[in-house]
């Protein structure tokens, strides 16, 4: 079925530890983002992507590093894992280019948790 | 810098009664509205929108929302909830020049009761 996948779905990492949050889309959308999700806070945008090779930060982007090598991938790297970095990462993608409004399309998350 | 705001982190109600989930939004002079649900350990999924046209818009499982320019709201509502309507619910802005990019609220969790 089309839509974004991300993987891993869980994930415990020690303090200080690096990794890659996988998320691709089959949907061919320009558009791809990383929120973070924590209780009370919704949700908030750490990077995003509006085409291959071009990228920006978000609301809350320390810590983190993207890349949008093809339009199907946007990889989200933590850098050196700390535990105000233990959440729920969602990825979502968008058609939308010109502007028009739409809604995202989301995958179904990662846990990671940093000890 | 857009901004949204829920007015309620936690809604309970009892089966088949009304409901109403709020959320204000920074003023823009154009934005696209959303009313997203999350159900336990799922990912977000689109409830229904506002882009443009008729203010009062509906979904298909019976919740609306209407459009107030003039109170910067997008309020949620449904005449009688079940208790498979117990999730979250997240009201997001896109304001028209903000290519692609939703703030969301804080997120209110509706908890049905038989």
């Known amino acids: 079925n089309a839509g974004v996948t991300q993987t891993p779905k869980f994930q415990v990492l020690k303090t200080g530890q690096s990794m890659t949050l996988q998320c691709a889309q089959d949907?061919?959308?320009?558009?791809m983002s990383w929120y973070r999700q924590d209780p009370g806070m919704g949700l908030r945008l750490i990077h995003y992507s509006v085409g291959a090779g071009i990228t920006d930060q978000g609301e809350v982007p320390n810590g983190y590093n993207v890349s949008r090598s093809t339009t199907e991938d946007f990889p989200l790297r933590l850098l050196s894992a700390a535990p105000s970095q233990t959440s729920v990462y969602f990825c979502a993608s968008s058609y939308s280019r010109t502007g028009g409004a739409n809604g995202y399309t989301f995958g179904s998350g990662t846990r990671l948790t940093v000890v | 810098a857009q901004s949204v705001t829920q007015l309620d982190s936690q809604v309970p109600v009892f089966e088949e009664a009304p409901v109403e989930l709020r959320c204000n939004y920074s003023s823009s002079v154009s934005v696209y509205l959303f009313w997203y649900v999350q159900y336990p350990n799922q990912g977000l999924q689109l409830l229904l929108k506002y882009l443009s046209g008729s203010t009062l818009v509906e979904s298909i499982n019976g919740f609306e929302a209407e459009f107030n320019k003039s109170q910067t709201s997008f309020h949620l509502r449904k005449p009688s909830v079940h208790i498979s309507d117990t999730a979250e619910y997240f009201c997001?802005?896109?304001?028209?020049?903000?290519?692609?990019?939703?703030?969301f609220g804080q997120g209110t969790i509706l908890t049905v009761h038989p």
């Open positions: 949907m061919n959308h320009e558009y």
């Open positions: 997001a802005v896109r304001g028209g020049t903000s290519y692609g990019k939703l703030t």
